[in-house]
Structures are given as C-alpha cells and as structure tokens.
C-alpha cells in the first residue's frame, strides 16, 4: 500500500485478526494479464481509460462503514472499492467520478444519504434493476437530481435504459443543456455528452417529455486526464440470482457486459445462503458474472465473510462448502481468489478486532484492509 496508512486501524485491532493477511490466490501472470496490460497503456498513453467494475452486495457497497439504521448513510466514500480507487491516485492516476443505480436503497432520501454527491431526485423512483441496483425514474412530476463531481470536469457518460415507451432527459451543466432521447428499443446505452466549459459545477439531471426516464448511472472526468473508473455495482441485500440476471438488455449481467470491465470483483454469497439460494443456483450465477467479466479483463472472486455465532448466515460446515467451491471456481475459471473471512481471521478474529461491528458488515479500518490486500496483488 502506497500510503501505509491504515485509516484508523490500530496495530491492537491487526493483532486480535491473528495471523498475517492470505495472499490474492491464483494471481499469476496470465490471469492479471488483461488487468497489467491495460494499466501499462494507460500509463504509457496507449489508453485514455482502465473500467473496473465491483460486483456485490451490502459488504461492497460499504455497510458497515455508514450510520444509520442499516450502517449506509455516508458509507460511499468508505467502501473497499472507494478506498481501492484512493489508493491507485496515490500512484498518480486520475480517478473518475461515478455512480451506478440507487445502491438498493430503499427512498431517494436514503440513496443520497448513502452517496453526498448526489442530491435531489424530489420525485423520482426506482426503475428497471440494472448496475447498482433499480435505476433512478422519472416522469412528469418530479424534481432535478444533482451529482457533484470532484473537480473541474468537461466529459460525462449517462447510462441509460431505453424502450420503446421511453421519454427525453435534460442533462445539464452550468449554462449548457442536452437532451437525450430514450424513447428506442429496449436497450442500454452509454450517452456521451461532451461540455464546452471546464468547471466543476454539478450535473442536473431532469425528466423533460415523453414517458418515464430511467438513468442506470453516470461517469463524469476531465477529457485532459486520462483515468481509471472504479464503478461499484453493489446492491443492499441482493443476491447472485439478481446480479446475473439477463432478462432485459439493461439487467445486470448484460449491462455489465456493456461495461466492458478491465477489471472485474465478484463479491456474493452472503444473503444467497441466507435467503435459501442452492449452492448449485450461486456457482452458475458466479460462473456466469466471471465468464462476463474475462471478455475483456481480469476477474477476482471474493468469498465473504461473517461473524457471530454459528450457524448465523449458514453454519460453518455449510459455508467451508461454499467456500471451497468458490475456491474451486476461481482456479477452473483463471479467476484470481481472495477469502476475505481468512483474511479477518474467520469468525473468532473478526469478532475479536470488532472488524464486523454487525457481524455481517466491515468497519471503515477492515474495509481499507481488504481494499490493501487487493492493491498489493493487482498493482505490483
């Protein structure tokens, strides 16, 4: 880690862990090969851009690190993938500001309060699931959503749902307006809106006629930098059957091959077990998203881990199963395999270091420890 700082975990919640963290497994040279190559172009200018795409749940979607009543409000900016991206701009790149989806939130409200740069949508509504959960709708009615960019930005690309009974969409920045027509066959599409001025005011987006609107997401840069978008597709308490679902172009699993990932996390498992899901169901969904991401990069699989008493969240003889097969998958597949419950010292560490405060969710210090483990295996 470029920093070595390890965002407030001290060396008395390292210790309770127990033994050193696991390495990445199966990081070898033809596995990390789509990852390196990429980042060497981008590097050298051959690229304008690296897309890593992080696949989960609440564990990824940052709860744990928030407040409220389910540990979300302001847990973005604290996530394991916001800390990844951190600290691959200590290494000098430019990082791209985005979103995806409303995180499975349940209101408006609460998406904002999980996301600060996003603010308003008065009004508007969960639509068709897609990356990071049900997009954000609007029709006639409702109010303007904000998205704050981190600096002075000229480029953004709205992700959008189209059908056939789709409306018009006002994107605008400052002075300047565009609007994107969504009424076109069921699809997903990436808008590219192009801004005559550099500034760093927000991005307004508003309903403007037609039918309902629907916007999956949206990365926004400086056309200067070239950059690494860091996309997390996390979605509060969902499971693999919803991340790999396929019945629309704009459902997750093809959205995500629309994405077109350099790099690509899979973290799922944890509501699967809990909500019934066959063990059989989990490993064809997981093998499909790895299958979708190794198209056109690196994919790493994550087992996730659990605290508390057992048999919460699947007794340990269950969950040892499911993790081998995990194990198994990634070394059949050219995946690379991080098990995050080793890595918090199984339920006992994790209960020791308070590294799971909710037995389910990391705190801000754990979240930065796996986004460490992560960085060391994929950027040297």
Known sequence: MASGNMGGASLKMLAAIGAAPPTVLNATADNTAAWRSMLAKLKGGAADVVRVACVGDSKTAGAGAGTGSQRMDGAFPKSWPSQFAAMMATDGFSIRDS????????????MT????????????????????????AAGTGTGVGNFQPSRAIDRASIFLRTS??????????????????????????????????????????????????????TVAW????????????????????????????????????????????????TNDINTGVTMAAWEANIRALIAKVKLTGTAVLIWPSIGGA???????????????????????????????????????????????????????????????????????
Not at 174 to 190: S, V, W
Request: hydrophobic share 45%; charged share 15%.
């Open 99 to 110: 979103w995806f989806g409303t995180a499975g939130m349940q209101s408006m409200a609460a």
């Open 113 to 136: 309060a999980y996301d600060p740069r996003r603010s308003g949508f008065t009004g508007w509504g969960g639509g068709e699931v897609s990356l990071g959960g049900p997009c954000v």
């Open 164 to 217: 056939t009974g789709g409306g018009q969409i006002k994107i605008a920045k400052g002075a300047e307006t565009f609007t994107i027509n969504t009424a076109l066959a069921e699809g997903f599409i990436r808008s590219e809106v192009v801004f005559a001025t550099k500034s760093a005011d927000p991005i307004l987006y508003s309903y403007a006629s037609g039918g309902f609107v629907s916007v999956a997401g």
């Open 222 to 269: 400086d056309s200067a930098l070239p950059g690494i978008e860091v996309a997390n597709f996390s979605i509060y308490g969902t499971t693999s059957v919803v991340q790999a679902g396929v019945s629309k172009p704009a459902s997750p699993l093809n959205a995500l091959g629309s994405y077109a990932p350099h790099l690509g996390f899979i973290k799922l498992g």
């Open 310 to 380: 057992s048999p919460a969240y699947g007794a340990d003889a269950t969950r040892l199963q499911w993790r081998s097969t995990a194990l198994r998958i990634a070394l059949q597949m050219g995946a690379l395999f991080l098990d995050e419950e080793a890595l918090l010292g199984g339920r006992a560490g994790a209960n020791a270091s308070g590294a799971l405060p909710d037995n389910v969710h990391a705190a801000t210090w754990a979240q930065l420890w796996e986004a460490a483990t992560h960085y060391r295996a994929l950027r040297f």
